[in-house]
């Protein structure tokens, strides 16, 4: 859905759902997750439907994701880091230990 | 409680930044915090990366400008904190913060909220589908990401920013497959009173708009007067159906849409605080009731910025400024007349700052659907609320919002209600016959910023940080 | 200007004055609710909703229990099941040294003739909350305990006793109340309202309505704070208390986690305004993590503090006032009233209608907070 206008100025590499893709150091996760496709960031909890960061300035928790281990991250406010690992979240987040 | 800083700034956008500058040179001790990991707010992200790339020359000067501000601010000496939420105020005034998993509060001799603005709650149907974002959103992603659709992207929307984003991104080498002007062609005749004050306050930037329009027209499918649309598909947009003030209407494809209808202070810190708020009508928001310095009802909390009223990144370092000045006479740094001969000049330049303002805001004031969106759309994102739910508590007898939250739920969700606040007391003011100062806004519950059980754990007496 | 003819005028729009007024009506009298705000404003609004009748009050069992069965048939009362499931309240002992507590209160009841409550060992506990930290030690058990939906609570409650007859006045807040002949004329600001029977039943705000009428109980206020956590798969299903700490620990239909316990924020009655403080909030927080560990990464979502009404015994006034003939007092449930809400109405209905009642309120007298006024 989006591309980069110049080649990744330091490259890492994190798993999105487990497939490893190229990042830039310090761009949002959200901004990572616009770069795949299909596009969504994780299903609303009532409906289930698939929702895609919205307004990438911490306002909508439509990008909400889980970013290494931890459910309901702000995607959109999270830079990455390489070896990230993002899920996708899917409706309720669980907390059953 | 004492050891804390002379001034909390919230924010490291125009305002804050030009605060911090000020209140430093008049010798106070600054802390400012804020959400990003780099300064500039929305207006200037990314800016201190990106000013030395391709992307500063797509995004422009008004952009670039902020690189200055940027350095003055790093060398001011003010304290700095990346990467922290302020989730909670008091008088005192107290800020909570929130940084690396752990919560903690600042007891400030005053706190300035400089927290910008938000883009407008533009509710439609399938507004909630992905492909559907914010043009604020598509130009974030520029700044910050230095990244653009890869395909043909509708824009729908009004105000400067949905033009300015479609100019950059055909530069970046993007393209557009259509542009829905939602402006009603009735704001020509308001704005046109305003036409004259805003050409001689800011020549320059009215000839640089009118370029950017005539621009536009020339390159993409532009289509005016647009009333009324709506996304279709089924786990992403698939098509977008619009609808113009003369009944045309059409059903095109599309996979990419961004929408945009002009933006609203934040004021989610300054209801919970307990602040007074104003009604302003021209720009259909409220805003925190301040006084001539940025002071709100709650003594030594400073409001600066799009936050205080939209007036753009020149006005909000002034306002920014203005405010910091008035904290250092109150800690004693200067005298009154000191202060009014400072604060003079800095006036005249907001003045300035201001002039194509009126002009803006009649000529993008948005269509009525953008307040009361029709039954069928999704008002509370989070929690999936429907208008037409909404309606019907209206219909059961229930006309406040916090009843109608409780009842529906609609703006119980993560997101507080910053994208169905709005649109639920505009739309019990339309079924009622009332207007939306008298219905209100839901009650902001604390914390006004997300905060996790164990940061809120790790909060204790002994954490009070000087 | 004087409205309908009312038999009975009840000033309070929470959920114990919208039982009340369905009762009342089902019994064919002619109610009208005075509410200052609108309906579930305060309390009833900010209320946790459990359905408790673990470690109640010794003097509050009796009509908690029959409140139980009421509970038990909610459907067949108000039209809807109230969103209310008895998956049991546990009361758990962290430590060893606790247990004697619950052993304690456990011979207690059963000396009183109850034997509802049960006192489980650690496996059993963690079978009921696989969720909990296995540090625990024991727990006493409600099983038929539980909690319902307090939104879904009140517009059964609102929608039944509108349908019985009951007409509620909303943004109506009683100014003054004086004898008229043998009735009393409530006046809310330019509004009267005129009726032989009158029912106080106004929360945080009670004592200011007796006041009007002459009685001057002593009357304190809480403002028991609450958090409420992001939507979550589901994790438990009993409401989790605590020995020694100040914690209660629920899920919703939602998923939603909703933690309370009783720790108290800061209200401002005459303001109608009420502040948490996190401070103190942080202490549930840290209980929370402690008993259930995998919950430190979810976001609250919101916190409050509910303002209510709370005695110096902390059980309720019910009953007739002791001056004013034809006026009648329920308020000051200190906390813990939501569960009583079905069988407070019909008590008011049968103090109103009959002239008495044989549930057991003796204990909930206005005098018994007289007196004690008067001895200190």
């Known amino acids: 859905m989006f591309r980069k206008l110049q080649s990744l100025d330091e490259e890492v590499t994190v798993y999105v759902d487990g ?45 909400l994701a889980t970013v290494d281990g931890i459910a309901s991250t702000q995607t959109c406010l999270t830079p990455v880091r390489d070896g990230m690992l993002v899920l996708r979240q899917k409706g309720r987040r669980s907390v059953r230990p | 409680m004492t050891g804390g800083p002379d001034l909390l700034i919230v924010g490291a956008g125009p305002a804050g930044m030009s605060a911090a500058v000020v209140a430093r040179r008049h010798g106070l001790d600054v802390l400012v915090v804020d959400e990003q990991s780099a300064p500039g707010g929305q207006i200037w992200r990314n800016i201190e990366t990106a000013a030395d790339t391709s992307r500063a020359g797509i995004l422009g000067k008004a952009y670039s400008d902020g690189a200055d501000v940027v350095r003055r601010f790093r060398a001011s000496g003010a304290g700095y904190l990346p990467g922290a939420r302020v989730w909670h105020l008091e008088p005192g005034p107290r800020a909570f913060i929130a940084q690396n998993g752990v919560a903690r509060c600042i007891d400030a001799n005053a706190i300035l909220l400089a927290t910008g603005a938000q883009e407008r709650p533009l509710p439609f149907p399938g507004w909630t589908l992905p492909g559907v974002m914010t043009v604020g959103a598509a130009q974030i992603l520029l700044k910050s990401s230095g990244q653009i659709p890869d395909e043909p992207v509708w824009i729908a929307g009004t105000g400067p920013l949905s033009l300015l984003y479609a100019i950059q991104l055909l530069k970046a080498g993007g393209r557009i497959a259509g542009f829905l002007d939602t402006a009603p062609s009735a704001n020509l005749a308001g704005a046109f009173r305003e036409l004259a004050g805003a050409f001689l306050g800011a020549p320059g930037d009215m000839l640089k708009g009118f370029g950017w329009l005539m621009a536009l027209r020339r390159q993409v499918r532009f289509i005016g007067n647009v009333k ?65 310095w940025g002071e709100t009802s709650v003594s030594d909390v400073f409001v600066a910025g799009d936050g205080a009223r939209i007036g753009g990144a020149q006005a909000a370092c002034h306002l920014g400024e203005l405010a910091a000045l008035r904290v250092a006479a109150k800690a004693g740094r200067l005298s009154r007349a000191q202060l009014a001969a400072v604060a003079a000049p800095v006036r005249k330049r907001l003045k300035a700052a201001l002039a194509i303002r009126p002009f803006l805001d009649r000529l993008y004031r948005p269509r009525s659907a953008v307040f009361v969106p029709p039954e069928a759309t999704l008002v509370c994102r989070c929690e999936e609320v429907s208008a037409a739910r909404i309606l019907e508590q209206a219909a059961a007898g229930r006309p406040d919002p916090n009843q109608v939250k409780a009842f529906t739920r609609a703006g119980m969700g993560p997101c507080q209600g910053r994208q169905c606040s709005y649109t639920v007391a505009s739309l019990l003011a339309a079924k009622e016959g009332r207007t939306v100062p008298d219905v209100g806004l839901y009650r902001v519950r604390p914390p006004f910023k997300p905060i996790t059980l164990a940061e809120l754990a790790a909060l204790d007496a002994g954490a009070v940080i000087p | 200007m004087s409205g309908p003819v009312l038999d009975t005028i009840i000033i309070g729009g929470g959920l114990m004055g919208l039982s009340a007024g369905l009762h009342l009506a089902r019994s064919g009298k002619r109610v009208a609710i005075l509410e200052k705000s609108w309906v579930g404003r305060h309390a009833s609004g900010a209320s946790a909703a459990g359905v408790r009748t673990l470690n109640r009050a010794l003097e509050e069992l009796p009509i908690s229990l029959e409140a139980m069965d009421m509970w038990r048939n909610i459907e067949t009362i108000v039209g809807d099941g109230c969103g209310f499931h008895s998956h049991g309240q546990v009361m758990v002992a962290e430590k060893r040294s606790d247990v004697p507590v619950l052993e304690k209160r456990l011979a207690k009841t059963r000396n009183a003739g109850c034997g509802h409550e049960e006192l489980i060992d650690r496996d059993e506990l963690l079978r009921l909350v696989p969720a909990l930290s296995p540090y625990c030690a024991a727990a006493l058990i409600v099983r038929t305990d539980g909690a319902a939906d307090p939104h879904r609570t009140l517009r059964a409650f609102r929608r039944s006793a509108e349908a019985a007859g009951v007409t509620i006045h909303e943004g109506c807040g009683v100014t003054a109340i004086d004898p008229l002949g043998s009735d009393w004329r409530v006046r809310a600001g330019e509004r009267e309202f005129v009726a032989p029977t009158v029912v106080n039943m106004a929360g945080a705000w009670a004592k200011t309505i007796a006041a009007m009428v002459g009685d001057d109980i002593p009357l304190g206020h809480k403002a028991s704070m609450m958090i409420v956590t992001e939507r979550v798969a589901p994790l438990l299903k009993p409401v989790v208390s605590l020995v020694g700490r100040p914690l209660s620990f629920k899920q919703t239909d939602q998923g939603t986690l909703v933690i309370g316990g009783g720790l108290q924020g800061r209200a401002d009655i005459e303001a109608e305004q009420s502040f948490v403080d996190f401070m103190e909030l942080s202490r549930s927080a840290r209980a929370v993590i402690d008993l259930f560990p995998t919950t430190g990464s979810l976001r609250i979502v919101r916190t409050w503090a509910g303002m209510e009404a709370k005695t110096s015994d902390l059980l309720p006034v019910i009953g007739p006032s002791p001056r004013a003939a034809g006026v009648f007092h329920a308020f000051g449930f200190s906390g813990h009233g939501f569960q009583l809400v079905p069988i407070v109405g019909a008590i008011m209905a049968d103090l109103i209608i009959a002239g008495g009642t044989r549930k057991q309120i003796a204990s909930f007298t206005a005098e018994r907070l007289m007196q004690r006024q008067a001895v200190a």
């Open chain 2, 228 to 292: 009324e649309i709506e996304a279709i598909g089924n786990e992403a947009l698939e098509r977008l159906r619009y609808i113009t003030a003369n009944g045309r209407s059409a059903t095109v494809d599309a996979r990419l849409l961004f929408v945009h209808e002009g933006i609203v202070p934040t004021i989610h810190p300054t209801l919970a605080l307990g602040c007074k708020h104003i009604w302003n009508a021209a720009q259909d928001s409220f805003a925190p009731d301040l006084d001539t």
């Open chain 1, 19 to 63: 497939v490893a893709v190229p990042a830039e150091a310090n761009e949002s996760v959200a901004a990572v997750l616009l770069r795949q496709s299909p596009v969504w960031a994780r299903t609303a909890p009532v409906s289930c439907s698939r929702r895609a960061p919205y307004c990438m300035m911490g306002v909508c928790f439509d990008c």
